[in-house]
Nanobody, 124 residues
Framework: QVKLLESGGGSVQAGGSLRLSCVVSGQTNSAFLGWFRQAPGKEREGVATILKGDADSTYYAGSVKGRFLISQDNAKNTVYLQMNMLKPEDTAMYYC?????????????????WGQGTQVTVSS
C-alpha cells in the first residue's frame, strides 16, 4: 500500500515562494504523481501532474502555469511543488496524490492514493 507524506506548507506574503515536498513510500505501480488543492468552500482542483521518471511530461492548471513547477527526485521517492509569485487565491490545503491515470493536470481513476495535506496560506 502506498503512503504519501506532504510537508513544506506555511504562511507567506503575496509574491513569496514555498516548496512543497511529498515523500512516497510503499508499493505502487502507479505511473503518475500530482498535486491537488482545496480552498475552504471550494471543490478540490488539480494543480499539476508529472509522469514518473519523465521530468518533461508535466501539466499545470492554467491558474498556476508559469508560477509553479512540479519535479521529482526518484532516488528520494519525492515529488516537489515549487510555488513562486504566490497570490492570496493560492491559499488552500495542498494534497499530493498518486494514480495510474491522468487527464492533463488531473489525476483520475479508481486507484488514487492521497496524502494528508499541507496548508498554504498567502496573505495580501
Amino acid at each position: 500500500q502506498v503512503k504519501l507524506l506532504e510537508s513544506g506548507g506555511g504562511s507567506v506574503q503575496a509574491g513569496g515562494s514555498l516548496r512543497l515536498s511529498c515523500v512516497v513510500s510503499g508499493q505502487t505501480n502507479s505511473a503518475f504523481l500530482g498535486w491537488f488543492r482545496q480552498a475552504p468552500g471550494k471543490e478540490r482542483e488539480g494543480v499539476a501532474t508529472i509522469l514518473k521518471g519523465d521530468a518533461d511530461s508535466t501539466y499545470y492548471a492554467g491558474s498556476v502555469k508559469g508560477r509553479f513547477l512540479i519535479s521529482q527526485d526518484n532516488a528520494k521517492n519525492t515529488v516537489y511543488l515549487q510555488m513562486n509569485m504566490l497570490k492570496p487565491e493560492d491559499t488552500a490545503m495542498y494534497y499530493c496524490a498518486d494514480s495510474s491515470a491522468r487527464v492533463a493536470e488531473l489525476l483520475v481513476g479508481p486507484d488514487i492514493s492521497w496524502g494528508q495535506g499541507t496548508q498554504v496560506t498567502v496573505s495580501s
